[in-house]
């Protein structure tokens, strides 16, 4: 089982928009759910963001809830984390984890930076 990959961190302006990709080989085979998480700074809580579950029903926190959008690509094995009208708040490493779903779940990616500055 190879870890997940997350790609597409940037530093925007206030407002604008991002994609994130994470993909986790074989998610879908193995009846994964792909969750994202953030981190504002090291050493802090990693706070649960969205989730995309098994049966690819999306699930949002309400810090982010109408600005960002899941979608899943299962021959690609991605899911996708669309960020519209970022704010300075939303700034922090992104982490997608594999869970549920069998022994080939369970992994954690290496993050991509999201910087939200004027």
């Known amino acids: 089982q190879e870890r997940p990959v997350e790609s597409g961190g940037a530093t925007v302006q206030p407002g604008e928009s991002l994609r994130l990709s994470c993909t986790a080989p074989?998610?879908?085979?193995?009846?994964?759910?792909v969750h994202w998480y953030r981190r504002r700074a090291p050493g802090k809580e990693n706070e649960w963001v969205s989730?995309?579950?098994?049966?690819?029903?999306?699930r949002y926190a309400d810090s982010v809830k109408g600005r960002f959008t899941l979608s899943r690509d299962t021959r690609e094995d991605t899911v996708y984390l669309q960020m519209n009208d970022l704010e300075p708040g939303d700034t922090a490493m992104y982490s997608c984890?594999?869970?549920?779903?069998?022994?080939?779940?369970?992994?954690w990616g290496q993050g991509t930076q999201v910087t939200v500055s004027t």
């Open positions: 984890v594999t869970t549920d779903g069998n022994s080939g779940c369970g992994y």
């Open positions: 074989g998610f879908s085979a193995n009846g994964c759910a």
């Open positions: 989730a995309m579950s098994t049966r690819g029903i999306p």
